[in-house]
């Protein structure tokens, strides 16, 4: 059974960091592409991440480049996002979610980052 | 970026109704192989998202008959026959073959 836990998020100040993590089980994050997702209260989704299978390039939207950073362990096929410079902007409810032929087709439960002084 | 412009944002229905959401892409969402990568999601209240339609018009496992995927191109729809309670939410459409990823703003599903 394919699942994606988050975990990490939590109150920052602005200006701080924070790393996310996601772990993965039923399958390898190696062999998929992978992206995290989040949503600011009463809002809607928006993609900031993704990472390819194989090589692990990655992609970041512009609200988040040179700030995000995507990553993964394949010895604990785990997904990471590194998030620094936070602003008020990036709360929202962060989710991991495995993509598969052009969609989304799992996604974890999602992990809650609130950046406020 | 491919903008993802979902209609209505919200749409009050009757249970036993049907509804229908419409979506459209600012580029095709052809890809190279010949399909179509539109896909639907809802999101019940307090819930992470949930597939329910890949490629235009393909259901997932375990989702409803009622709900069904049209379109092709730039323009899509959603269907929803005979509305139930645990239908209630919100469904996005999104694109994930142009980078960044897009999803539309959301129609909220309501009883009326």
């Known amino acids: 059974e394919v699942q994606l836990v988050e975990s990490g998020g939590d109150l920052v100040l602005p200006g701080g960091s924070l790393r996310l993590s996601c772990a993965a089980s039923?399958?390898?994050?190696?062999?998929?592409?992978m992206a995290w997702v989040r949503q600011a209260a009463g809002k809607g989704l928006e993609c900031v991440s993704v990472?390819?299978?194989?090589?692990?390039?990655?992609n970041h939207a512009d609200s988040v480049k040179g700030r995000f950073a995507i990553s993964r362990d394949e010895s604990k096929n785990t997904l990471y996002l590194q998030m620094s410079s936070l602003r008020g902007e990036d709360t929202a409810v962060y989710y991991c979610?495995?993509?598969?032929?052009?969609?989304?087709?799992?996604w974890g439960q999602g992990t809650v980052v609130t950046v406020s002084s | 970026d491919v903008v993802m412009t979902q209609s209505p944002l919200s749409l009050p229905v009757t249970l036993g109704q049907s509804a229908s959401i419409s979506c459209r892409s600012s580029?095709?969402?052809?890809?190279?192989?010949?399909?179509?990568?539109l896909n639907w999601f809802q999101q019940r209240p307090g819930q992470s998202p949930r597939r329910l339609i890949y490629?235009?018009?393909n259901r997932d496992s375990g989702v409803p008959d009622r709900f069904s995927g049209s379109g092709s191109g730039t323009d899509f729809t959603l269907k929803i026959s005979r509305v139930e309670a645990e239908d209630l939410g919100v469904y996005y459409c999104?694109?994930?073959?142009?980078?960044?990823?897009?999803f539309g703003q959301g129609t909220k599903l309501e009883i009326k």
């Open positions: 580029q095709s969402l052809v890809f190279s192989d010949g399909d179509t990568y």
């Open positions: 979610a495995r993509l598969n032929r052009g969609s989304i087709d799992y």
């Open positions: 999104m694109q994930a073959i142009h980078w960044p990823y897009t």
């Open positions: 490629k235009v018009s």
């Open positions: 990472i390819s299978h194989g090589d692990a390039v990655t």
């Open positions: 039923g399958f390898t994050v190696r062999t998929y592409y």
